[in-house]
């Protein structure tokens, strides 16, 4: 493609100069003072600066340059993170300084360079076919830890460790372990010093625990805990200043500053065992048909002083990790359990949100207060939805007022929600899988949360605040970390629709909020619902943590951030604290827009670790529990397809488990894209995405962390589904990853929740 050199000198020397900010192309072309026809030379010049590896096409198509992000113009730095455990990832560009976002560049299959999560790389960029660029690891700069959790064996006669969480099948060997107490399939720590393939080598390590028995269950928690870096107990110096606050705070006399509103009906609602108690709500039914809402978010930051030794060792943590079996909090449960949460008749300080609506449930005024409050009833969310079944039952025991106020909070928010979703919003939950544990720890038990109108009551309010905060703070022109939900690509969105289409729902194009929501609408209690918002999750980009006022897709809001949890997300911490500093009348802080950059991926970063963190920890118990049931036989759902098999998610117990096409009667089996199945053209079996069957668990692999699972024998597959898609042949499809692969792959990628 011939170019004009002399464009291109000026698109060049305009990306790297200091003053330049990541801009489209008719940005630039209007900086450039270009016309009409100009522009159109401008858009192939930067096409070919792109293909040259001169330039990269951020988010939105937004143009930055390489060579501005350090190094030669073919090369960035930047931050791994591994995908599909470890076969491709993503490399974060490091921030240049002058607030330049760029989007992650991706690294294909084969090109990841022996990088874990987390690692600094130097990555050359080349052209994608698939559009735009991607990138190979050519270096790794600096490894983000060398510590790691594994399974003890014996390999070729020499004591060898099996890493968890990387994408080596090699062993690392350690030394000489004469006299320890280990055995086979163990699990210990270990710190590498030389990783699988580096410098031409095998792997070293150096023993530094062992943690227990890999068959233990009780050790699971330890394992996922030291795999993923999880904090033990907080340090001495924490604890000390944790106290002093406590000392310092008299509940009898709160500061005379604030907004009292200790005599306001106020009600909290939590799950049945929660501990911390960070919000409260307050409704008042106003004349002429107006309502005005309070929420009331614990004001943590009045505990934990900037700079201090709580608040950095909150902002390391920078978020509360819920496993199955215990809470590792971001804060310490003096300040998390006691002084900042909002207990029954306990006066506590707040920041409330005030929000006068209209009968409709449009926003006319908002304003946030510093207050004192005062609890007037704990509620659980199993008990409001009894409550929402039979009200009358409970107005003798509770009175009048709190009745009549829970029954207009149910008004007002079911209101809101349908005017939220009318205009484009997107449900974007997946259930979340609750273990039942006995006291020693081990699974009796699991089940999946509903998503009741309980639940959604306190959502909608709880977007009603965070929205009406990030609004006054993006009008005042602060800068400050939104939460943010990129649209999702072009490409993605196709092959969404490609999905959807091959299913047979009359529904040829998925690519608006509109057309995605009645998807999922349709499918909704069928079948296929796990299957169809599991693809429309994939096809979505994660949120995040950023300055940007890039809006939040999902939720089809403009400005939007996190506020309502500073408990547990520091993050919310943050806008508590530029808050303070607007009430007090203090000069808000200057901070650069790489400054909240590099605090916004930490704590993306550490929400992302978390949540790998709980999920697997629960598949790892679930398995523990299934290995002492082999043979059982349950009901499951076909949830996933593919050429050599299926996956299929348990309905008494939500796991998914592997069918490999082996285990299927005797067939000559074909996979068919189009209906997502396996059809067997000899004694046309046919198991299809949404088909139910009786699976008997046939094998559990503990290392692997991988559950196996067999039809029962002369059992045809069972209810098709309720929209018959017909067996109509397509052409054949299937992906060149093993099972192995496609396993992992889907591990790290279900329940991938788009956390609000």
């Not at 340090?235 to 606050?245: F, L, M, T």
């Not at 969404?496 to 009359?506: E, K, N, P, Y």
Request: charged fraction near 30%.
């Amino acid at each position: 493609m011939e170019i004009s050199q002399e464009l291109a000198d000026r698109v060049m020397r305009l990306v790297v100069s200091p003053e330049y900010r990541p801009s489209k192309p008719k940005q630039i072309a209007a900086t450039l003072n270009l016309d009409a026809d100009d522009y159109r030379e401008l858009r192939r010049t930067i096409k070919q600066l792109v293909l040259e590896g001169r330039l990269i096409y951020a988010s939105n198509h937004l143009i930055i340059s390489t060579g501005a992000i350090g190094g030669p113009l073919d090369r960035i730095r930047g931050v791994f993170r591994m995908a599909a455990g470890g076969q491709f990832g993503f490399v974060r560009p490091g921030d240049s300084g002058d607030g330049a976002v760029s989007e992650d560049l991706f690294i294909p299959p084969g090109q990841t360079g022996g990088a874990f999560e987390g690692d600094l790389v130097e990555v050359k960029v080349r052209p994608s076919r698939r559009g735009g660029s991607e990138g190979s690891v050519s270096r790794i700069i600096e490894r983000s830890r060398r510590q790691f959790t594994g399974t003890f064996n014996m390999v070729d006669g020499r004591p060898a460790v099996y890493l968890d969480g990387t994408p080596h099948d090699a062993p690392v060997f350690i030394g000489d372990i004469q006299g320890l107490p280990i055995e086979k399939d163990d699990k210990v720590f270990v710190e590498v010093v030389t990783f699988p393939g580096e410098n031409g080598k095998g792997g070293e390590a150096v023993l530094l625990e062992r943690l227990g028995s890999s068959t233990n269950p009780g050790i699971d928690t330890l394992t996922i805990m030291r795999q993923y870096g999880l904090p033990d107990e907080f340090p001495e110096a924490v604890i000390d200043e944790a106290r002093q606050r406590a000392d310092e705070f008299d509940e009898d006399n709160p500061p005379a500053d604030r907004l009292d509103l200790t005599g306001q009906l106020t009600l909290t609602i939590d799950p049945y065992d929660a501990r911390d108690f960070d919000d409260a709500i307050s409704l008042v039914r106003e004349d002429e048909g107006r309502w005005r809402l309070w929420v009331h978010i614990a004001d943590v930051g009045y505990f934990i002083h900037p700079g201090g030794k709580l608040d950095q060792e909150a902002r390391q943590r920078a978020t509360s990790v819920y496993l199955p079996d215990r809470v590792i909090p971001m804060v310490p449960e003096i300040i998390s359990n006691h002084l900042a949460s909002l207990q029954p008749e306990k006066v506590r300080l707040a920041k409330s949100v005030e929000i006068e609506m209209t009968d409709d449930g449009t926003v006319i005024h908002s304003e946030v207060h510093n207050s004192v409050i005062r609890s007037d009833m704990r509620l659980h969310y199993r008990l409001v939805d009894q409550f929402l079944e039979a009200p009358d039952k409970y107005r003798e025991k509770w009175g009048d007022a709190i009745c009549d106020m829970l029954r207009d909070m149910h008004s007002l928010a079911m209101m809101i929600r349908k005017r939220r979703f009318k205009r484009g919003a997107i449900s974007m939950d997946m259930p979340e899988v609750k273990l039942e544990l006995d006291r020693s720890g081990k699974v009796k038990g699991a089940y999946r949360t509903e998503n009741t109108e309980s639940h959604q009551l306190i959502e909608e309010f709880m977007l009603a605040a965070n929205q009406a905060v990030a609004t006054w703070l993006d009008d005042a022109g602060l800068k400050f970390l939104h939460r943010i939900h990129p649209p999702p690509e072009r490409r993605k969105l196709r092959q969404l629709s490609h999905f959807v289409r091959d299913l047979r729902l009359g529904i040829d194009s998925v690519e608006s909020r509109f057309e995605i929501q009645n998807v999922l609408d349709r499918v909704a209690g069928t079948p296929l619902e796990d299957a169809v918002n599991f693809a429309v999750l994939k096809s979505m980009n994660k949120a995040v943590y950023g300055p940007q006022t890039d809006g939040h897709y999902a939720l089809d809001m403009q400005h939007y951030c996190h506020f309502t949890s500073p408990i547990r997300r520091y993050p919310d911490l943050t806008v508590h604290r530029l808050i303070d500093r607007l009430h007090a009348g203090e000069k808000t802080p200057d901070e650069s827009v790489g400054a909240l950059l590099q605090l916004g991926h930490h704590c993306s970063d550490m929400e992302r670790n978390a949540a790998q963190a709980e999920r697997e920890l629960t598949e790892l118990k679930l398995l523990h529990y299934l290995k002492k049931h082999l043979g059982d036989t349950m009901t499951a759902v076909i949830s996933r397809v593919f050429a050599d098999g299926f996956l299929a998610r348990c309905i008494k117990l939500p796991v998914d488990g592997y069918v490999s096409v082996d285990q299927l009667p005797s067939d000559q089996y074909r996979f068919e894209r189009r209906g997502q199945m396996l059809v067997g053209f000899k004694a046309h079996h046919r198991y299809r995405l949404g088909d139910q069957l009786t699976v008997k668990i046939s094998r559990v692999d503990l290392i692997q962390r991988e559950l196996f699972l067999e039809p029962v024998k002369n059992h045809s597959v069972g209810k098709s589904n309720p929209n018959d898609r017909g067996a109509k042949a397509g052409k054949s499809g299937g992906g060149k990853l093993t099972h192995k692969e496609k396993r992992k792959k889907d591990r790290r990628q279900k329940g991938k929740r788009k956390r609000r």
